[in-house]
């Protein structure tokens, strides 16, 4: 089992950056996929970035291309989430997200076997 602890949200104005960070424990670290997820009020929780297992393959939603880098480091057992040029639309509650031994990157919640309990970011105008 793996526990997941997503830091470094808060309020920030639009056009400014944040760095998320996810630490693990409990579990073999670089042995995951790992993801982040947001969900803003009445909508459902959608994928932002996913990162392989090595960190050499990244994938990310279309409405955050060139903004957003997702990162790992493995010795530190730390996922990161940078956001650039942040954007009002981009407020939502932000999920850090495993998938053991994921031959791949997903991109679905039903996917990830591990969650984090979310951290707040809210980007105002």
């Known amino acids: 089992q793996v526990q997941l602890v997503e830091s470094g949200g808060g309020l920030v104005q639009a056009g400014g950056s944040l760095r998320l960070s996810c630490a693990a424990s409990?579990?073999?670290?670089?042995?995951?996929?790992m993801g982040w997820f947001r969900q803003a009020p009445g909508k459902e929780r959608e994928f932002v970035a996913g990162?392989?297992?090595?960190?050499?393959?990244?994938l990310y939603a279309d409405s955050v291309k060139g903004r957003f880098t997702i990162s790992r480091d493995n010795a530190k057992n730390t996922v990161y989430l940078q956001m650039n040029s942040l954007k009002p639309e981009d407020t939502a509650i932000y999920y850090c997200?495993?998938?053991?031994?994921?031959?791949?990157?997903?991109?679905?919640?039903?996917?990830?076997?591990?969650w984090g309990q979310g951290t707040q970011v809210t980007v105002s105008s």
């Open positions: 409990g579990g073999t670290f670089s042995s995951y996929v």
């Open positions: 990162i392989n297992w090595s960190g050499g393959n990244t």
């Open positions: 997200a495993a998938r053991f031994r994921y031959m791949g990157i997903a991109t679905k919640m039903h996917e990830y076997d591990y």
